[in-house]
Nanobody
């Protein structure tokens, strides 16, 4: 069984920075795309950023130049460096990953449990 565990959320003042981490564990032979989503109160979950196994990245327009996604393939870990945080960045942040548990199985999208980021004004 595969699981993703996020960490690094918390309370920060506007203008501050946080770094989120997400570690995949369990039976893993390969991880394809990893990403971060967020869901603010009363809103739908939205893509924040994604990164392929080769390092290609994709960002939501609202966070370009503000957030940076990266990954360490040897550690099965994806990071989200968040800078110049604003109150509107307040949300539960979820990581996900497309994971293959064996070579005869397809990739399965796995989600973490989420970590809360609160930005105070």
């Amino acid at each position: 069984q595969v699981q993703l565990v996020e960490s690094g959320g918390g309370l920060v003042q506007a203008g501050g920075s946080l770094r989120l981490s997400c570690v995949a564990s369990g039976r893993i032979v390969r991880i394809n795309t990893m990403g971060w989503y967020r869901q603010a109160p009363g809103k739908q979950r939205e893509l924040v950023a994604a990164i392929t196994s080769g390092g290609n990245t994709n960002y939501a327009d609202s966070v370009k130049g503000q957030f940076t996604i990266s990954r360490d393939n040897a550690k099965n870990t994806v990071y989200l460096q968040m800078t110049r945080l604003k109150p509107e960045d307040t949300a539960v942040y979820y990581c996900n990953a497309d994971i293959r548990s064996s070579y005869d199985q397809a990739y399965l999208r796995v989600w973490g449990q989420g970590t809360l980021v609160t930005v105070s004004s």
